[in-house]
Structures are given as C-alpha cells and as structure tokens.
C-alpha cells in the first residue's frame, strides 16, 4: 500500500522513471486479467489494458488508496472490458451476417486451422475464463494472494508485505485460499482434470 | 510441494500469459504520450503529438524489446553488509537477488533488507548510505532513494556535491550537509541530523533541522514536533555496525580520527599530557577490516601506545594507566 502511494505520488509530481514502473508493474497483469475474460483475444486483451493505464494515468489524483492500485486499476479493466465486448458483440453480429454467405471464407479458414483444432482452441479459451472467473470469486484477498503466488510468482515474504501480514500468517492464507479455490471449482461440479489441458 | 499446491500452480499457471514485446512498445508509446500531454498542458500540442507520434511509429516498426534496449545505470556499490539484503530490478522479469559486498545496484533496483541485516551502499567518494534492518528502498537514481519503510542514514562529505532526496511516503527529506538519518513508517517520517542541516518537505510544510535536533512530522500532525538528540543518542547505534571502508595502511592517526568521527559521531579529544601535535602525524600500519569503530580505535590507539575512555559524545585518548603502579 504504501508503495502505491509513493508511485502515485511521484507519478503525480511528473516523474518519468515512475511511469515506466507504472507500466512495467502493471501492464503485463492487466493484460493477463483482460486476456481470460476476452476469450483469448490478445488484440483486445492489448487494447484493455493499454486503455486501462492511460484513463488511471488521467484520474490518478482520484486514487485514494483505501483499496490496492491494481484493485483500482481492475475495476478500471472491467469497464474497458465490458466496453470492448458490447462492441465486439455489434460488430460480430454485423460479420456472422456476412459469413452466413460466404463459402470463400469458410474455404478460408479450413485451410488456415483445421477444425478440430479450432475446437480445441475455443476450449482453451474458455478453459482460462472459468478459472480467471473462479479466481475472481474467491472471498477475501483470496483471489489476489493466489494470483501474486502462481501467476506473477512472486514470494511469499512478497506477498506478505503486500497485503501486510506475516510471513506465516500470509503462508497460512495460501493454504485457505487453495482450499478455497478447490471448493470453487467443485461447486460449479468442476474438478482439475477438467480445467487442464 | 504438495499436491494441493500442484494442482493449483498447474490450473493458475495456465493464466501465465505474456504480452508480445511489440505490444508492450505500442502500449508503453502511447502512455508516454498521454503523460508528456498531461505534464505539459499549457504547451501547444501539435508539434509535441508529431514527435511523439513519430516515436510510436518508430518503436513498433522496430518491433524489438523496449525493455532490453534500457541500458542498466549503475548508482551504488555494497561496500558493507550485514546479514540477507536482497536486490529487485525495476523491469517486468528482474528477479530477487541475494546482495554480496562488491555487488553494484543498478538505478532503479528495489532493496529489502532482512530482519537483522544492514547494507552499506557508496553513492560515489563523498556520498554513502546505509540502510538498516527491516528496511525497504528503491534506488530510482545516484542523488534520489525511496524509503518505503525503515531507516536511511546519509553521510556526506561536508562541502563536497553531493546532493541527495530521500522520498519517503510522508515527506520529503533532501540534505543541506551533512549526517542525517530518515525513518519512514506507515504515516509518519522522522529526520535526526547528526552534522550540518537536512530539510523536510510535507505536503502541508518546509522544515529545515539543524545538527542535534530531530523532526517527526506524522500524518495527523499540522506540523513536525522537534526535539534535540542526545550526545549518545540511541537512533544512531546501527550506524556503526555498519562501518565504510578505512584503508589504515600508510594513513596517519589524524586521518583515522576523523573518519572515526564520522562513523560515530564522538569526538575524539586528547587528555592532557599527550602531545596532540606530535601523535596526530602517526603513520599507521595493518588493517581494521571486519572492526567495529569503536573496536578499531582500541586497536589503532594501542599500536601508539595509547588508551581510551568514553564521556558522553567526546572519546578522551589518553595514555594507558602505569602497570603495577
């Protein structure tokens, strides 16, 4: 948290080596927030993201830091999000029109991915949303203590800082939330094997 | 690692997924943009938008990583350390690293200090910092270090150009010479001055401390309390745990003396009877490498055939009492 303010600080005092810590800290984790929820779309995962810095950077005097920067930062990203699939969606009803009626594109795409693999993909995809999805309803500081763990691979002495508990204290909070996130999946009658690849 | 924890690195693994560095460049371009416009409002916008665009166009033709291409800039070196202190570098895959004495920190590296560790960094001939146990920093340059949480001490050359800010979440602190230590906690910071003056800088004031007074400015206070240190103040006994390097060999006792001074703040004053003049011109020999200050000024003042004894902030260098007598 308080390395939070002190970016936000500097970021707000014109310091060009804090914009290139904004980013280099954050880019690549929105990126892989908007990537599972737009489906495995990187263009738009690139775009959510991108979008996501550049508004905080224009409200960053609204940061308050009661909650985490990229707690902010992600609700932030879920408003790009829901703005990129609602257009998206419209431009994609105007193409299915289009493809009703075109066999060249059809041809097209059966040389350019077979379909079973594009089955495959499509699953992929839809593999990585329910788990963003799941991680995202945990309770607490669940998700994101799962999240800085395995997916940013930070340490725990790390993520105790972060989220200001000791060390054994945060290790004991990785065991709740893996339990917690296994409980998630069974809930929804998913277990790993159906999850994996 | 267990099964449990397999299971999940396997299933949240699969959210591993990285940005190309081209996308990075595109994106990184067009945050600079923005920032360059929101710093710069009153500017005409035109030419500055073909330049930075120019820019754009430049780095995603490029095509290659941006992050590479930064060359890593070198403010520090660890000329003494204490215990685990690990290194962070500022780019999206730098790893934690253990620090070693003789290693360089690179500007924008972040520093964790363990629980009972203290690290000695030299910012050039007149300028070191140390930073003590539990300490967590960012060098972001060689005249600027953030204090996230814990302790700095500043030991500037007096009169030499050596400008430093230590920017801590609560303030600012920057040095108008010479020995100074930074606290920084959740919401407050404190400054003692050992020699010449630092200044404090809050968003609500401007004050300036001079040698033997301290500051504490704390979020819910208008303004900082103030207070004067005492000869053997306890917020500076880290400090000597953590000496800078004395080549011994071939300097004189007078030399030893002031930088003795430096490191602990006591000043060393000769008793009656021993002739300053005569002893300060001492040649000395060997090393003190791996003692303390104190612990060195035994050694170095014996080899004279010399003794010491402490009052208040003044250590009093006498001859040693007659044997038997």
């Given at each position: 948290?308080?390395?939070?303010?002190?970016?936000?600080?500097?970021?707000?005092?014109?310091?060009?080596s804090?914009?290139?810590?904004?980013?280099?800290?954050?880019?690549?984790?929105?990126?892989?927030?908007?990537?599972?929820?737009?489906?495995?779309?990187?263009?738009?995962?690139?775009?959510?993201?991108?979008?996501?810095?550049?508004?905080?950077?224009?409200?960053?005097?609204?940061?308050?830091?009661?909650?985490?920067?990229?707690?902010?930062?992600?609700?932030?990203?879920?408003?790009?999000?829901?703005?990129?699939?609602?257009?998206?969606?419209?431009?994609?009803?105007?193409?299915?029109?289009?493809?009703?009626?075109?066999?060249?594109?059809?041809?097209?795409?059966?040389?350019?991915?077979?379909?079973?693999?594009?089955?495959?993909?499509?699953?992929?995809?839809?593999?990585?949303?329910?788990?963003?999805?799941?991680?995202?309803?945990?309770?607490?500081?669940?998700?994101?203590?799962?999240?800085?763990?395995?997916?940013?691979?930070?340490?725990?002495?790390?993520?105790?800082?972060?989220?200001?508990?000791?060390?054994?204290?945060?290790?004991?909070?990785?065991?709740?939330?893996?339990?917690?996130?296994?409980?998630?999946?069974?809930?929804?009658?998913?277990?790993?094997?159906?999850?994996?690849? | 690692?267990?099964?449990?924890?397999?299971?999940?690195?396997?299933?949240?693994?699969?959210?591993?997924?990285?940005?190309?560095?081209?996308?990075?460049?595109?994106?990184?371009?067009?945050?600079?943009?923005?920032?360059?416009?929101?710093?710069?409002?009153?500017?005409?916008?035109?030419?500055?938008?073909?330049?930075?665009?120019?820019?754009?166009?430049?780095?995603?033709?490029?095509?290659?990583?941006?992050?590479?291409?930064q060359p890593e800039v070198l403010v520090a070196k660890v000329e003494a350390l204490d215990g685990a202190v690990e290194a962070r570098g500022s780019h999206?895959?730098s790893r934690a690293a253990r620090l070693d004495a003789g290693h360089s920190v690179a500007a924008g590296d972040s520093l964790a200090v363990g629980?009972?560790a203290g690290v000695l960094l030299r910012v050039s001939g007149d300028l070191t910092v140390r930073l003590a146990a539990?300490s967590q920093a960012r060098v972001t340059a060689a005249d600027e270090i953030e204090l996230?949480?814990g302790q700095v001490f500043v030991d500037a050359t007096?009169?030499a150009r050596a400008p430093l800010r230590v920017?801590?979440?609560?303030?600012?602190?920057?040095h108008?010479?010479t020995q100074?230590?930074?606290?920084?906690?959740?919401?407050?910071?404190?400054?003692?001055?050992?020699?010449?003056?630092?200044?404090?800088?809050?968003?609500?004031?401007?004050?300036?401390?001079?040698?033997?007074?301290?500051?504490?400015?704390?979020?819910?206070?208008?303004?900082?309390?103030?207070?004067?240190?005492?000869?053997?103040?306890?917020?500076?006994?880290w400090i000597a745990t953590l000496p800078s390097e004395f080549r011994l060999?071939?300097?004189?006792?007078?030399?030893?003396?002031?930088w003795?001074?430096r490191e602990?703040?006591?000043?060393?004053?000769?008793?009656?009877?021993?002739?300053?003049?005569?002893?300060?011109?001492?040649?000395?020999?060997?090393s003190i490498d791996d003692?303390d200050p104190?612990?060195?000024?035994?050694?170095?003042?014996?080899?004279?055939?010399?003794?010491?004894?402490?009052?208040?902030?003044?250590?009093?260098?006498?001859?040693?009492?007659?044997?038997?007598?």
């Amino acid at each position: 948290m308080e390395e939070d303010r002190l970016l936000v600080q500097r970021l707000l005092a014109g310091d060009e080596s804090a914009l290139r810590r904004f980013f280099d800290e954050y880019f690549d984790r929105l990126y892989r927030f908007a990537y599972a929820r737009l489906r495995g779309d990187a263009a738009l995962a690139e775009d959510a993201a991108q979008t996501t810095l550049t508004r905080a950077l224009r409200g960053l005097a609204g940061f308050r830091g009661e909650a985490g920067l990229f707690s902010w930062l992600a609700q932030i990203c879920r408003n790009e999000i829901a703005d990129l699939v609602e257009k998206s969606a419209r431009t994609n009803a105007h193409t299915v029109s289009l493809d009703a009626t075109g066999s060249a594109r059809d041809a097209a795409h059966a040389v350019a991915a077979p379909e079973a693999a594009g089955d495959k993909a499509l699953a992929g995809a839809e593999r990585l949303r329910v788990i963003r999805q799941v991680l995202d309803e945990l309770p607490g500081r669940y998700g994101e203590m799962l999240e800085l763990k395995y997916i940013e691979e930070w340490d725990v002495e790390r993520i105790a800082r972060r989220v200001g508990l000791s060390f054994e204290a945060a290790q004991s909070q990785l065991q709740r939330a893996r339990l917690a996130f296994r409980s998630a999946l069974e809930v929804r009658g998913l277990s790993a094997t159906d999850l994996l690849p | 690692m267990n099964d449990d924890e397999s299971e999940t690195a396997a299933l949240l693994g699969q959210l591993k997924i990285a940005p190309s560095d081209a996308a990075r460049a595109r994106s990184f371009a067009k945050l600079q943009q923005e920032f360059a416009e929101l710093q710069a409002p009153a500017q005409p916008r035109s030419r500055a938008r073909w330049a930075i665009a120019a820019g754009v166009a430049a780095l995603a033709a490029a095509g290659v990583s941006w992050t590479t291409l930064q060359p890593e800039v070198l403010v520090a070196k660890v000329e003494a350390l204490d215990g685990a202190v690990e290194a962070r570098g500022s780019h999206w895959y730098s790893r934690a690293a253990r620090l070693d004495a003789g290693h360089s920190v690179a500007a924008g590296d972040s520093l964790a200090v363990g629980a009972d560790a203290g690290v000695l960094l030299r910012v050039s001939g007149d300028l070191t910092v140390r930073l003590a146990a539990g300490s967590q920093a960012r060098v972001t340059a060689a005249d600027e270090i953030e204090l996230i949480v814990g302790q700095v001490f500043v030991d500037a050359t007096p009169g030499a150009r050596a400008p430093l800010r230590v920017v801590t979440p609560s303030g600012v602190v920057t040095h108008l010479g010479t020995q100074y230590l930074v606290r920084a906690a959740h919401d407050e910071v404190e400054v003692a001055v050992r020699e010449g003056r630092a200044q404090l800088t809050t968003g609500k004031s401007t004050t300036i401390a001079a040698a033997g007074h301290w500051l504490l400015q704390h979020a819910a206070d208008p303004a900082p309390l103030t207070g004067e240190l005492t000869p053997a103040d306890p917020r500076f006994e880290w400090i000597a745990t953590l000496p800078s390097e004395f080549r011994l060999e071939g300097a004189t006792l007078a030399q030893f003396l002031a930088w003795f001074q430096r490191e602990t703040g006591l000043a060393p004053v000769y008793s009656e009877g021993v002739d300053a003049g005569n002893f300060a011109h001492v040649q000395l020999k060997g090393s003190i490498d791996d003692l303390d200050p104190l612990e060195a000024l035994s050694y170095v003042l014996a080899t004279a055939d010399l003794a010491w004894h402490r009052e208040g902030a003044k250590v009093i260098i006498e001859k040693p009492p007659a044997v038997g007598g």
